[in-house]
């Protein structure tokens, strides 16, 4: 457990998830044999679920979790048949933070010059929305890892922190610039210098996540159904449009919304959608 970053002893979490919530992790642990350190379904028509699977070592990511993460993302991403994916843990732990065995004997040459970490943000260059579905322990990359998804579900027993100022160093996957993003300087200020985590009642009240569910993984993978039940190509224009509101200014974002909004009209979606609404009907997407 030292090889975590945790910031006080590990005690289990209480269990939230329902029947159908567990099952459907079962579920996940049958598919796709093909990687080592996640597991990934399809527990729903047009929705992925990848799920974290190194429960010895609490979710602690790695560079060849990362490698298998970023594969399966990738993969799901150019499948046609995939509209919306959910990443989660287990019931337990979500991401308990870096795996530090791999980090403390490296040198700061070894660091710059191989990117270390670079690669562990690619999630965010994936156009398909993102869902983190988590409960239990969520700190330090784990933290950073849920943040780098475009939507955040968390269960009561969710537990966020950025506590890598207790071991000598300050988080290097995003916790400093998505976290300020999200819920300001100051909040973001203190939680970095001491190390001090939060509930997700509080993430929630900060605007970190979206809310806090009983049943979060059931909950992940509704929101997922939804999304991938509407037209595929205005989602990820939404997605888009979105993320550039934290990338630019006001009337920068404006004026690029515009645009995407416009070039939507080149859509079949878009002739489709507002024809069945003109016709009180339900349109039938082409995602074209």
Known sequence: MSCLFLAYRFTPARIYATKRAASLRIRAMSANAQYEHILTSRPAEGVALITLNRPKALNALSTPLFIELNDAVANFDHDDDVRALVLTGSERVFAAGADIKEMKDKRYSDVFKNKFLESWSLLTQIRKPIIAAVSGYALGGGCELAMMCDIILASPSAVFGQPEINIGVIPGGGGTQRLARAIGKSRTMELTLTGRNFTAAEAADWGLISRVSENVLEDAISVASTIASKG???????????????????????????????????TNDQKEGMSAFAEKRKPTWTHS
């Open 232 to 266: 595929a190509i205005a989602v990820q224009a939404g997605k888009e449009a979105v993320n550039v509101a934290y990338e630019t200014t006001l009337h920068e974002g404006l004026r690029y919304e515009r645009r995407i909004f416009h070039g939507l009209f080149a």
